[in-house]
């Protein structure tokens, strides 16, 4: 019998911890609503077969059939529903969503993650230049910054990188996958053994470097000017180097890092990506990208677009909780509701008694901390 347990990876969240993240998703949604953002509610339940684009060796979603014996899951992302139903409605374009809500995603059993994190996001469909992944690094920027994150580190990417580069790698093309899958993995006894055949050449430096191609913005670029055809690489170095200067130019407390030697956090992303998180804590913050070709895999045209998604519960764990406010409890008797009703409203930081005695209302208000006021004798009578 597991009437008393739950699921794994799975919580109850009460007290604090609920106000703290409707609070922090409240905020966040008067920013996407302040930007002209409409609201985009999706179920929980959709069919396993939209979210085929994910990768799914890291994204495991928990899975269940309906009636016909079609596989459906619980939803373990928020942007593909959106595309879905952005394929589905003959909505028109350019469009800017905002949602929030759960996913689930199966995490390895004892991970320490949970298989259920609330999300608040944004999808900006339509537009194909630099302005929407700006939209959406403001918005990241904002939000962090309304829900008081200090130290943020904004980590930069690009899906086109690591193809772009590939490009002009003198190798064939097995020994290419290979390679990437060895830097992937980082799997360095076998990347170098793939890559003997580059040692003495002009790609040697940069090739050295890869696997750890991430950190401070000018030394990764240093590593990648090494290369020696900078031509199919100029656009995106463009990109990268103008959004470094445009997030540096936000306000706030803010670092931004390059990371050119792993694959982007989505499979789905088609160009930039960027993640955000802070020194002390391993989970991030928010994560979002460019997927110019999701839209494609359920409709004929191609719509541009691009999105961000904040982790509500990472935001939530580095809050810092509500200072007490001592709460007023009003006891009164049942004939006297109105009399309540009307000390309730004078009294933001009150609340009704519902107990039957005034010994119980006492002993609720002395074992919370409360204080007291009894209105049956129209009078304090204290904690
Ligand atoms: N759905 C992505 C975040 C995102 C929103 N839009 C684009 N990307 C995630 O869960 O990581």
Not at 72 to 80: H, K
Not at 103 to 116: C, D, E, H, T
Not at 237 to 257: C, H, K, N, P, S
């Amino acid at each position: 019998m597991k009437n008393r347990n739950l699921p794994n990876g799975t919580r109850d969240e009460f007290g604090t911890r609920a106000e703290i993240k409707e609070t922090i998703q409240e905020r966040l949604f008067k920013l996407f609503r302040d930007r002209g953002f409409n609201r985009l509610t999706t179920p929980i339940l959709e069919y396993a077969d939209v979210f085929s684009p994910l990768n799914l060796e890291n994204v495991r979603p928990y899975q269940l059939l309906d009636e016909q014996g079609e596989a459906l899951v619980l939803r373990p992302d928020l942007t593909l529903p959106v595309a879905r139903m952005m394929s589905t409605t003959g909505i028109e374009v350019p469009a800017k969503w905002y949602y929030g809500g759960d996913v689930f995603r199966l995490n390895k059993q004892l991970s320490g993650s949970y298989n259920q994190v609330t999300q608040a996001g944004i999808e900006i469909v339509g537009y194909a230049g630099l302005k929407g992944e700006w939209e959406s690094l403001a918005i990241a920027v904002q939000g962090c910054e309304i829900n008081a994150v200090k130290d943020l580190t904004i980590e930069l990417s690009d899906a086109r990188f690591v193809d772009a580069v590939f490009a002009q790698l003198p190798l064939a093309d097995p020994t290419k996958q290979a390679l990437k899958q060895a830097l992937f993995d980082k799997d360095l006894t076998r990347y170098q053994q793939l890559a003997q055949s580059l040692a003495n050449t002009a790609y040697q430096p940069f090739i050295s470097e890869w696997p750890w191609l991430f950190g401070a913005v000018d030394l990764v670029m240093a590593t990648v000017k090494t290369l020696p055809d900078q031509e199919q690489l100029q656009p995106i170095l463009t990109d990268l180097e103008r959004t470094v200067q445009f997030i540096e130019a936000q306000t706030g407390d803010l670092t931004v890092v390059l990371d050119l030697s792993r694959p982007t956090p989505q499979s789905y992303y088609t160009g930039m990506a960027f993640r955000g998180y802070t020194q002390s804590d391993a989970d991030y913050l928010f994560s979002g990208g460019r997927y110019d070709k999701l839209l494609t895999s359920f409709q004929k045209v191609q719509e541009p677009a691009v999105g961000v998604a904040f982790d509500v519960d990472a935001l939530a764990d580095r809050a810092a909780g509500p200072v007490d406010v001592v709460q007023t409890l009003l006891y009164f008797e049942p004939e006297q509701w109105s009399v309540a009703e009307a000390a309730l409203k004078k009294d933001p930081n009150a609340t009704l008694c519902l107990a039957d005695s005034l010994a119980e209302a006492q002993a609720i208000a002395r074992s919370q901390q409360m204080t007291l006021v009894n209105l049956a004798a129209n009078q304090e009578v204290g904690a």
